[in-house]
């Protein structure tokens, strides 16, 4: 069971799942950036269920651009498979800072704290940004 991806998924703020983030094989790639994923401040955090009833969260990293993390598969299966869809460029950079970190397959708990903390400490800490409101919500689930 992956605890912080659930945490993050039930208290998140809520959002309405737009179907144009499909692609058609089950992954959300329309969510990570263009005109049909949301707009989030960075380390920004919402949360939403797909049209199969998958919990999806999207955090928002720099750039307008979103890190999106979701159930692979539907239903209340109990160590259900959490899978992502980041952009280009996003896993080199968490992989430089979290060695131990794998985000090209299956999301592990500590794969999905290395992003909250990688969000909290690396991406927001750099920008100009109002990270204060968003920081506290992440933070929790950012102990490697």
Same mark, same amino acid.
């Given at each position: 069971?992956? &605890?912080?991806? %659930?945490?993050? !998924?039930?208290?998140?703020?809520?959002? !309405?799942?737009?179907?144009?983030?499909? =692609?058609?094989?089950?992954?959300? *790639?329309?969510?990570? &950036?263009?005109? $049909?994923?949301?707009?989030?401040?960075?380390?920004?955090?919402?949360?939403?269920? *797909?049209?199969?009833?998958?919990?999806? &969260?999207?955090?928002?990293? /720099?750039?307008?651009?979103?890190f999106v993390m979701?159930?692979? $598969?539907?239903? %209340?299966?109990?160590?259900?498979?959490?899978?992502? /869809?980041?952009?280009? @460029?996003?896993? *080199?950079?968490?992989?430089?800072?979290?060695? %131990?970190?794998?985000?090209?397959?299956?999301?592990?708990?500590?794969?999905?704290? !290395?992003?909250?903390?990688?969000? !909290?400490? /690396?991406i927001a800490v %750099?920008?100009?940004? =109002?990270? @204060?409101?968003?920081?506290? $919500?992440?933070?929790?689930?950012?102990? &490697?």
């Open positions: 069971m992956n &605890v912080t991806f %659930n945490r993050l !998924a039930e208290t998140s703020k809520p959002i !309405a799942f737009n179907p144009k983030w499909k =692609n058609g094989t089950g992954y959300l *790639d329309e969510a990570i &950036v263009g005109e $049909h994923a949301p707009s989030l401040m960075i380390g920004e955090a919402v949360t939403c269920k *797909d049209d199969f009833g998958r919990a999806v &969260v999207i955090i928002g990293l /720099n750039d307008n651009k979103n979701f159930q692979r $598969h539907s239903g %209340n299966i109990p160590d259900g498979v959490i899978v992502c /869809n980041e952009p280009a @460029g996003f896993g *080199d950079q968490l992989e430089k800072a979290y060695p %131990n970190a794998e985000i090209y397959s299956r999301l592990r708990e500590k794969d999905v704290k !290395a992003v909250c903390d990688y969000v !909290a400490h /690396n %750099n920008t100009s940004t =109002n990270w @204060g409101e968003y920081s506290s $919500h992440l933070s929790p689930w950012s102990v &490697v």
